[in-house]
């Protein structure tokens, strides 16, 4: 649906949302790597008469990103709410298709790049020696902030070109800090960038006002909040969709197998789209919750309900054309489902609180038909 900005409370999770306006601030497009293929995202902020969103652009290479000042129409999937950084409450478009409408490119800009290229790569460490030598003495907290953005962007690409893994939060943030001291060693400068030139007991009480490490990386870590995918892992996506082994043998997943639903197959979708969270839910649920000896799993509780001989053939099961009708193997089938839903899987069971013989197939048609609407009125106490 086709909405101004400020129309979007009306939206829910999940709606197929169009909208039209400029590109009022971007962020660089990063690529992920999907089993060989590479994918390519950029994060803007679009806005128009109304006010502005955020949302993720789908690039077919690095070379079609956005510029700011761009007007365009974009037509994405609503994610969910998610708190950012400042206690306020926001939703991305994501996965957008876009059409540019108008660039708007300044006359200067091709100019100003290349300068600025040769500036940066003609000779490194002068650069940045210059760029602190002054820009730092103006105000050293706002570079060590620029710094500090510089390399935990740095530590993201590094772990989506899989240079490095990253398992924890703190490996996280110890790389970036790395990067950081890697940029100021040999300066000067360095204390003052980090301290502004404060005293130890400016910077307790300025430690104090600001909160503790841990509660500002937390307060940090709201910025990407629920907007950044995180696809299933190679292991968990084998599980599910099934792989080529070594020997070159098809090993089947979990979609392969006779006991899954159709709509649960639905249900997970895409192995491009699937997040490392959700592939989790779903093998938790055919599994059962690692650690809970009381789980067994949907897959084992289903093996329970309809046993096969070891070639797969179900046990105790009508042959149709075998002394029975099409009309009987229907009766079964629905008798055999509301079974299961009744949770009367056990024969005693069946036999006490129905009243009928738990060997289904031996019953007549008659006889199915009552069983039938004894079980659809059947309520456990």
Known sequence: MKMKIEELNRASEGDILELEGTVYRLKEPNS?????????????????????????????????????????????????????????????????????LEVQVPAESKQTTKQTTKSSYENKDD?????????????????????RQTAIKAVVDLISSKVFIIKTKKDFYNSADEIV???????DIMESAILGGETKESKEKEETKTGTKEERTKKAEGIVGDTQFKPATTKQKNFIYGYKGEDGIWKKGMIESRYIETHEIEEIGDPKKLSIDKASEWINFWLGESGNTEDIGERQKREFDNPRDSKGVPLNSLVKGNETSLAKDILVDEVNALRRKCRLNDDEKFKK???????????????LTKVKEILKGYAPF
């Open 353 to 367: 609180e129905i009243g009928y013989s738990p060997k289904i197939e031996s019953l007549t048609e008659k006889d």
């Open 127 to 147: 650069y940045w020696t210059k760029k602190f030598k002054y820009e730092v003495q103006r105000d050293p907290k706002v570079q060590l902030a620029i710094v």
């Open 181 to 187: 001291e890697y940029i100021f060693k040999g300066l």
């Open 32 to 100: 992920n790597d999907f089993d060989g293929e590479i994918v390519w995202g950029q994060f803007i902020v679009l806005k128009d008469s109304t006010g502005e969103q955020g949302a993720w652009l789908k690039l077919g290479a690095e070379a079609d990103r956005v510029s700011k000042g761009t007007k365009i129409s974009i037509r994405g999937k609503l994610g969910k709410e998610y708190t950012t950084s400042r206690g306020a409450k926001a939703r991305s478009i994501n996965n957008c298709d876009f059409e540019v």
